[in-house]
């Protein structure tokens, strides 16, 4: 394989730096930069680096494409045709395009395959013969179970938390193990995927030391796992944007025996939360890099990194 893109939403470069050896598989990559951005939503951070644009000329900004209706972003409402994965295949390149949000659905014919079911889009996979290797797994983790609305003890909140590692980790694996298959059943050149319950777990137990150390080997075995199948040439793995623990400065924040909370955004889905987005974002490579990296740079990097030249500005 010429070159893997492994993708961990809301992996902290500093909270991996804390773990050091504990994640030997990220410390092994000799590069390593900072992703920094304004922007620090998933949707459009993604859609920056799968198009090498700013959001105000991709135009996917914000969490929904149609805030009345909480309605997902898809591939439909990004403003350009310049996407990564074309910009590969237009040089002999083949694709896996793994869960990338928002420009991975729907699933579209390309020379390679490419797999939606992520950041809230349904699951799908092209061509469809691959159907029986993708199974990747619940599509939605917010629920009442994982996430009780009104938690009103610190035991209530650990509890959830919990729950909702354990339905997380489940996820995680499935979202992996289809993976691997889809690498074995059917090699391409490139890969580039995506894991997003990472970030999920660390917005409601971002306080829960335990869970994070859990989380954060699961993120290194995965690396690792993934590496191992590829073989690639060349390796980066990445994220968006890293975390914060929320505190009293938040918008509606309160306490709850000693942890600062806010509201979700998602509809009714009033859920605690102990961490919050911040920029930078994490970026180890195996191939040399600028100190610095916007979301947009990512398109050239990869492009280099296949020796390839870039679609001209959009």
Known sequence: ??????????????????????????????????????????????????????????????????????????????????????????????????????TSYPPRELDGWMASGTAGSPTGIWPVELSSAYEPGPANLWSKECLPIGSETRADIDRAGSALWDAARNALDAELESLLRLVEVSPVDVVFCYFNYTDTVQHHCFHDKSIMAQLHAWVDRAASRITGACDPDQTMILS????????????????????????????????????MHRSPGLVRASFPLPPTLTPEDVYAVTCRACDIQGPPPA
Request: charged letters at 20%.
């Open 1 to 102: 394989m010429r070159l893997l893109i492994a993708g961990f939403d809301g992996i902290d470069p500093g909270v991996v730096e804390s773990y050091g050896d504990a994640m030997p598989c990220l410390a092994s990559l000799p590069y390593a930069a900072e992703l920094v951005s304004e922007e620090i939503l998933t949707w459009p951070i993604w859609t920056s680096m799968a198009t090498g644009l700013p959001p105000s000329e991709h135009g996917v900004t914000g969490i929904f494409a149609d805030e009345d209706a909480k309605r997902a972003w898809c591939r439909d409402d990004v403003k350009t045709g310049r996407f990564l994965w074309r910009a590969l295949n237009d040089a002999g390149l083949s694709v896996g395009w793994y869960r990338v949000p928002v």
């Open 240 to 275: 968006d944007h890293g975390m914060r623990a929320v505190t009293p400065d938040d918008w509606g924040t309160h306490d709850k025996e000693g942890v600062w909370f806010t509201r979700s955004v998602f509809g009714n889905h009033s859920f605690f939360q102990s961490g």
